[in-house]
Structure formats: C-alpha cells, structure tokens
C-alpha cells in the first residue's frame, strides 16, 4: 500500500531509540523527512547516522521534552528545516510502576510533565503548523490507561490522562483538519527492556520469551518493535485519513477493553 507520504515531516519525541527509533525508520523508508529528539547525546547522534544511512532527510535535536523552550525549539527547528510539518508523535516517556503508598509528590509531578503535560504543550505548539497541512497527531500510550492494574501508578493514571487528551482534543481540532489518535503498548520489544536484560545480564531474548510465558499473551509473545511502527505509520498517513480519535491495543490480545 502507497501511504502517500513522500515529502510531508514528521516530528518524533523519544525517537532516539527503540519504539520511536524504529518509526523513525519507517516513515523515512516511506519518504517522509523527520525531525526527532532524545535526551542521551550518544543515541541521538547513533540514531541520526543510522537514519541518513539508509537515506533519510532527518533533523536530530537533544531535547528534554518537560522543558517548555525546548519543545518551542522542537518546533521552530522542524518547520526551519523541513518548511512544514505533517505529523506529531509524543513518543517520550518511560515505565514507572509502584504501589500508592510508596509515591510521593514528586513522583507524580514527574510522571505527569513527562507524559502529559508535555504531550499538551507540543500538540499547542504545533497546532498551527499541523492544521496548514492537514497534519495528524499521535500519542503513544499503554493498554493500562484502559485497563489499569494494582501497583501501576503513576504511569497508568497520566496514560489514561493521555487517552482523554487523544479523544478530546480530535473533537477539538478535527473541523481544522487535524486528526487525533493513540497507539497502546502492551509488552512490546523496546530500548526499556534492552536495558532491563543488560542490566540482569540476560540474553534480551530470553527476557523477551520470559515476559510472554508469564503475561498470558493470547499470540504467545512480545511485539516487536516493527510492528509498532508499522501501525503508527499507517495512522499518521493520509491513507488513515478518515480515523481520528480513536485508540488503538498493540498488544497481542492481552488487554480486555478494545
């Protein structure tokens, strides 16, 4: 299928590494310019090389996305560069998971800058850009904004903030021609888990294979990150240009909310 989008500019939050890494890949592989950003100097600067490799127009940006002039220069650098901007994906953020009684103020400012207010910030800022092209925005959540589970806050209380964001904000900026929808991981391969194996001096493989066994997967196993990719790609392309607020479960049947 053509996507149709040779030419148009994307925006990627965390596209540094792994999900946003990987769509990154995508949407260059489809002709798309991109701009991304992440913290860590290192993988932005291997993601960028990466990326022009295999013939990508690409702008890499070290960025702290809970830093609002950071995100105006987001912005201001994509539409530099690219001259338009067709698609937003607010992409940064990482797992946090505890019991109530173990989180603190702090705990939960941190987790909501991260996840959604930032994600509030860059949709404001970008709006104008996005509604010039009839542009698309979409938020990378997890199936616990649908279904949360105990021990599963802070992260699964700014998720469904997140999805309320995604489904509001379509209604709002959808006579704009701006369409509005989300992406919910389940357990699917990313830098998180990379890590986490590395840390564990485990095989990520084998940390992979264990996280299917024990979840009850329907499918038998963790996505991969090709995949994620694959579906954000189609959603941000004029080819899904009649979907909008909706969100959609990457999660191999795992979650019982549709």
Not at 6 to 23: H, I, M, Q
């Amino acid at each position: 299928m053509e996507l149709e989008l040779e030419g148009k500019a994307v925006l990627v939050t965390g596209g540094s590494n792994g999900l946003g890494r990987a769509l990154c890949h995508r949407l260059v592989a489809e002709g798309a310019s991109v701009a991304f950003c992440g913290t860590d100097p290192g993988r932005v600067e291997t993601a960028r090389a990466a990326l022009e490799s295999a013939g990508g127009d690409v702008l890499a940006m070290r960025a702290d996305v809970t830093d609002p002039a950071d995100l105006a220069r987001l912005v201001a650098g994509t539409l530099e560069r690219f001259g338009r901007l067709d698609g937003l994906v607010n992409n940064a953020g990482r797992s946090a998971a505890r019991p109530l009684a173990e989180l603190g103020d702090a705990d939960w400012d941190e987790d909501l800058s991260l996840k959604l207010y930032a994600a509030a910030r860059l949709c404001r800022l970008a709006m104008d850009a996005l509604a010039r092209q009839g542009g698309s925005i979409l938020n990378v959540l997890a199936i616990a904004a649908k279904a949360p589970g105990a021990g599963s806050m802070p992260s699964s209380v700014s998720r469904a903030a997140g999805l309320a964001l995604t489904k509001a904000l379509s209604k709002e900026v959808g006579p704009a021609g701006v369409r509005v929808n989300a992406v919910l991981i389940g357990l699917v391969e990313s830098g998180q888990w990379e890590r986490r194996a590395a840390a564990a001096g485990v095989p990520v493989g084998q940390l992979y294979e264990d996280m299917a066994r024990g979840s009850g997967i329907p499918l038998g196993r963790v996505g991969r990150a090709e995949e994620f990719a694959d579906l954000a790609t189609f959603l941000l392309s004029p080819r899904a240009g009649y979907v909008s607020g909706a969100a959609i479960n990457l999660d191999g049947g795992l979650c019982a909310v549709g």
